[in-house]
């Protein structure tokens, strides 16, 4: 199983960038997907999560109305859209799969490599 992470780079604060997550060897439409981030010095954190089918999405707060979650099944693909940034979205972005409870905690059963997102002010 491979999560391929992609899509991370520098931008300026209120810019955009869109995150990829390409699975194989993964029956993707079976797993619930989320993301999460790691900045310098913290922990891991929930950024959002999506169901299998793509009905259901959750977020963390502070990123409400400026991230948004989707996939595409037919591609294996899960994609962050992110908007309005700011210096504190910097940080790693990983992309997970496993059940729904378990992806809302980072108890996933696969992760990807990781993405670097740097916003500068």
């Known amino acids: 199983v491979q999560l391929q992470a992609s899509g991370g780079g520098l931008v300026q604060a209120g810019g955009s960038l869109r995150l990829s997550c390409a699975a194989s060897r993964l029956t993707f439409s079976a797993y619930d997907m989320a993301w999460f981030r790691q900045a310098p010095g913290k922990d891991r954190e929930f950024v959002a999560s999506i169901s299998w089918r793509g009905i259901t999405t959750r977020y963390q707060d502070s990123v409400k109305g400026r991230f948004t979650i989707s996939r595409d099944n037919a591609k294996n693909t899960v994609y962050l859209q992110m908007s309005s940034l700011k210096p504190e979205d910097t940080a790693v972005y990983y992309c997970?799969?496993?059940?729904?409870?378990?992806?809302?905690?980072?108890?996933?059963?696969?992760w990807g490599q990781g993405t670097l997102v740097t916003v500068s002010s």
């Open positions: 997970a799969a496993g059940a729904w409870a378990q992806v809302q905690i980072a108890k996933a059963d696969y």
